[in-house]
């Protein structure tokens, strides 16, 4: 599935241009608020995934999408001719650390649907995706909060290690070498905790 504002996505816009327009928007949205309707269009989808995926309630999620774009528009003067999607992301970061300041977030997956689909082949099989599912759903909850934050902002913020750096302070390839070891470790524990 394609998201809007992702690479890819249906704003038709290759990723340079997107950018470009994204500072455009940035910079008409300080005279007139009203000009940020595209952007909340084309991130609203990424920044919401994001939210649902740290918290554990769709409800959570939207409140906290709220705030991340709200505090955007009243944040307008602080974008600072970068990437508009790590500059979102960054915020999104802070809202998402603020709700759990003083408790240990927690990764939330939606849980697989356990009723049979006409695609799915046999009973057998779902039990097994199912088994699967929960494997890799404990393994990514027992990652660190940070390196959680990374795969959850590759994931489902869709950004690039440019923008996953502009957003958590790192370079570029800080972030591809973390993300290469995460995915890495996650395989060779979940093949461990397949095998057992």
């Not at 992301?89 to 603020?98: K, T, W």
């Not at 759903?137 to 869709?158: C, F, I, T, W, Y």
Request: hydrophobic fraction near 40%; aromatic fraction near 6%.
């Amino acid at each position: 599935m394609t998201v809007q504002g992702q690479p890819g996505g249906v704003s038709g816009l290759r990723p340079a241009e997107e950018h470009s327009d994204d500072a455009r928007i940035i910079h008409a949205a300080r005279a007139d608020l009203t000009q940020f309707a595209p952007l909340y269009e084309r991130y609203f989808p990424r920044i919401y995934a994001y939210c649902l995926r740290r918290v554990e309630h769709r409800h959570a999620a939207e409140d906290l999408t709220s705030a991340i774009f709200t505090r955007a528009l009243k944040g307008l003067h602080e974008y600072r001719d970068g990437s508009v999607a790590a500059w979102l992301f960054r915020i999104a970061h802070n809202v998402v650390a603020n709700h759990y300041r003083g408790r240990r977030p927690q990764l939330s997956l939606e849980e697989t649907d356990s009723d049979l689909a006409a695609d799915h082949p046999s009973l057998i099989e779902n039990i097994l995706q199912d088994e699967q599912s929960r494997i890799i759903r404990g393994l990514v909850a027992a990652l660190p909060d940070n390196q959680r934050e990374m795969l959850s902002l590759k994931l489902d913020g869709g950004l690039t290690a440019e923008e996953i750096g502009a957003a958590l302070g790192k370079s570029a390839g800080a972030v591809r070498v973390e993300l290469h070891r995460i995915i890495k470790r996650l395989r060779a524990r979940y093949e461990e905790e397949h095998r057992a």
